[in-house]
């Protein structure tokens, strides 16, 4: 557009009164600036917009062409004006919020379903993808929040922590008592030894997620911590097939503890003690340090608060 807004609110608001003066007094502008501006909308467009009549001004072909399509530019801002109005006074928003589809799924849909009870009129948009690129899109500005586990720099995002979570590595009993047999000398009142550890992760086979997910970096720091070095290792894109997986013996998966209860419980599948447990995590939400939260966001901020 090469023209200064204010200068098509003149012309629309002339055109619309059918009368210079009328247009000063609802702009509250004085006539002759009024007459100077368009002036000189008619000398940037080439064009005359307004020809003058005995009551007023009346548009030119020109100008009622040009009017068509100021007035729709205009009424879309008005439209949007008043659903904004609307907005704020039936508390209408956006949420857009970025997740890990392992942590939509066991953590987020419950404080979800909770808040959506309270707050109808918010509308909510989830994008799942890894950490790493939940980071990203803050940074991009494309999501508004991110359910993330605690990164460990984030001088560029404040954190809200929501819980702690517990890697673990699980197994079905069968699996690790067919392992036992194949580990000369190893019982089964060892295999919870520190020694016994290293032997099984060797002589098994490892389960975890791929390389790119936040959660399997920081596994694989334990295990170059505690030298556990596996022979055969597989590498799965969700924590859901990892567990699926586990259940059918596959192998030893790890998985994050709080997401297995159940199986634990009816013991589908059991936790393999280990000589150093694995430090707890924190998982909450963050959002860009530099921005104010919109009111939406600040509301689903407040609610977490009153859920803890």
């Known amino acids: 557009m090469d023209q200064n807004l204010s200068l098509y609110k003149i012309f629309y608001t002339v055109a619309s009164t059918g009368n210079i003066s009328h247009a000063a007094e609802a702009l509250y502008i004085s006539q002759p ?11 940037s467009l080439n064009t005359t917009l307004f020809s003058r009549t005995s009551r007023g001004v009346r548009l030119t072909d020109e100008g009622a062409l040009l009017f068509d399509y100021v007035k729709s530019a205009f009424d879309f801002i008005e439209a949007g004006e008043q659903q904004l109005k609307m907005a704020l006074d039936l508390g209408i928003g956006h949420l857009r919020i970025g997740v890990s589809t392992t942590l939509c799924k066991y953590l987020l849909l419950p404080y979800l379903q909770r808040f959506i009870g309270l707050h109808p009129h918010i509308k909510i948009a989830i994008e799942c993808q ?7 899109l803050l940074e991009e500005r494309k999501i508004d929040i991110g359910l993330i586990g605690r990164p460990e720099r984030f001088s560029h995002i404040h954190f809200q922590p929501l819980t702690e979570i517990e890697d673990i590595f699980v197994s079905t009993r069968s699996y690790l008592d067919n392992l036992m047999l194949r580990l000369p000398g190893l019982s089964c009142a060892q295999e919870h030894s520190p020694a016994s550890i290293q032997e099984i992760a060797k002589a098994g086979t490892l389960m975890l997620l791929d390389k790119e997910n936040m959660t399997r970096q920081y596994i694989n720091d334990y295990l170059k911590e505690h030298a556990i070095e596996p022979n055969n290792l597989i590498e799965i894109s969700s924590m859901d097939l990892l567990i699926d997986f586990a259940k059918i013996s596959l192998g030893i998966a790890c998985v994050i503890k709080k997401f297995v209860e159940k199986e634990l419980d009816d013991g589908s599948l059991i936790q393999i003690p280990l000589p150093c447990p694995i430090h707890k995590r924190q998982v909450g939400f963050a959002w860009p340090a530099d921005i104010t939260p919109s009111p939406s966001v600040k509301e689903f901020l407040d609610f977490l608060d009153m859920e803890k």
Request: proline share 0%; no cysteine; aromatic share 0%.
């Open 130 to 136: 890894s950490t790493n690129q939940t980071l990203q």
């Open 33 to 43: 600036a009024i007459s100077k501006s368009i002036r000189k909308l008619e000398q």
